[in-house]
């Protein structure tokens, strides 16, 4: 460092450390987001899926969707309440009524 300021090579370092920094970052911020959604997307369908095997009552319950309204699927495999899942910034998760059919 000059005693007026920085140089240009040490400016372009810190430049380039931050960008190489973020790079690496934000891609793992958006893989979780991403595989959060799959996972509860494939954790309903097992719940849905273990109704239809056992022909009984299953309960599906997450800290995403409202603990007051749980997604239930009945020993034929339907649901009794459709249901929308915010995923922030991974779009809308839709349950509809019936043979529980979902839409991503």
């Known amino acids: 460092m000059h005693p007026k300021g920085f140089t240009l090579i040490e400016l372009l370092l810190v430049m380039m450390l931050m960008t190489s920094m973020s790079l690496f970052i934000i891609p793992l911020h958006i893989d979780t987001d991403q595989s959060d959604k799959q996972m509860v ?48 910034s991974n779009g809308l998760f839709v349950i509809m009524l019936g043979p529980g059919r979902i839409h991503e």
């Open 41 to 88: 997307i494939s954790s309903i369908i097992q719940t849905q899926f273990t109704a239809l095997l056992k022909h009984s009552h299953q309960v599906f319950e997450s800290k995403r969707i409202n603990p007051d309204f749980p997604i239930e699927f009945t020993g034929k495999g339907m649901t009794n309440q459709a249901q929308t899942i915010d995923f922030e």
